[in-house]
């Protein structure tokens, strides 16, 4: 039985699209079958992250509608994963042309055929909101250390625990290490303390993603991007929480390095 997260975030342009196509696609090269579903209906852009928008024939609304014989119909193959899949959001109609009630029908279906569902969630709280999470298990919010963006988080943490969706986790995106210094920018420390719940990874703000974005293909792929390293070690403690220990970019002591390179020389026995 699979697992269906939606990654969430209260405030727009944190990254929580490009945290999406990155933890879905290194869950993919962990070797899980993933399915990524875009539900910003009206604002797709997980498949340009991707780079299959030229693949796109059918649409989740299309899915729900019965325009198609079943999802499959419906999803796209990446291009260099065989795990990997895409459902893409209809990019001509509105944020109701679905309802919670059919995507929680979609997601018990999916959770049979697949190891994990990531749903890249509308930003805001609006009816796109309840519609994505509806179906989820678990959700990832995506926030960056910025008070405007760490109070919208705290929002939306009051409305997942009032749809009972409980034990969130935070993925901290755009991660300065010298702002903090400066007292310019919230710590892990400050994050932490505002929202009280568990912080699942920390990513770096790194020019690369940006790069990897625009040509399409996650910086998750890339071994020298700080962000995808970052992706890598969500993807890991996704999939075992003990796998990696938490610590902010460039924070890890002599005994933190240590340790991870004994996990990963553990994972490449493995």
Not at 79 to 107: G, P, T, Y
Not at 150 to 179: C, H, S
Request: proline share 3%; glycine share 8%; with cysteine.
């Amino acid at each position: 039985m699979g697992k269906v997260y939606v990654v969430t975030s209260g405030k727009g342009g944190v990254g929580k699209t490009t945290a999406t196509a990155n933890i879905g696609t290194g869950l993919a090269l962990m070797g899980k079958k993933v399915l990524m579903i875009d539900a910003d209906i009206g604002l797709r852009n997980l498949d340009l992250i991707l780079g299959l928008e030229n693949r796109i024939v059918y649409n989740i609304v299309d899915v729900l509608e019965g325009k198609c014989r079943s999802y499959r119909q419906a999803i796209v193959k990446d291009k260099r994963s065989q795990n990997l899949f895409l459902l893409a959001a209809d990019q001509s109609k509105e944020k109701d042309a679905i309802n919670a009630d059919q995507m929680k029908r979609l997601c018990a279906t999916l959770r049979e055929d697949f190891d994990y569902v990531m749903i890249d969630c509308p930003a805001g709280i609006e009816q796109g909101f309840k519609n994505a999470i509806a179906g989820s298990d678990e959700a990832l919010i995506v926030t960056n250390p910025e008070v405007s963006a760490v109070r919208d988080a705290d929002r939306i943490i009051g409305l997942l625990e009032a749809e009972e969706k409980f034990n969130p986790r935070i993925v901290l995106n755009r991660y300065k290490k010298d702002m903090v210094k400066k007292n310019q920018m919230l710590s892990v420390k400050d994050v932490q303390e505002i929202l009280g719940i568990e912080i699942l990874g920390i990513v770096p703000e790194d020019e690369k993603i940006l790069k990897a974005s625009n040509k399409g293909e996650p910086a998750v792929f890339d071994k020298s991007s700080k962000a995808g390293s970052a992706y890598r070690r969500i993807v890991s403690r996704i999939i075992d929480p003990k796998s990696y220990p938490l610590s902010p970019p460039g924070d890890g002591g002599l005994f933190t390095r240590l340790k991870r390179l004994i996990t990963k020389k553990d994972e490449l026995q493995g």
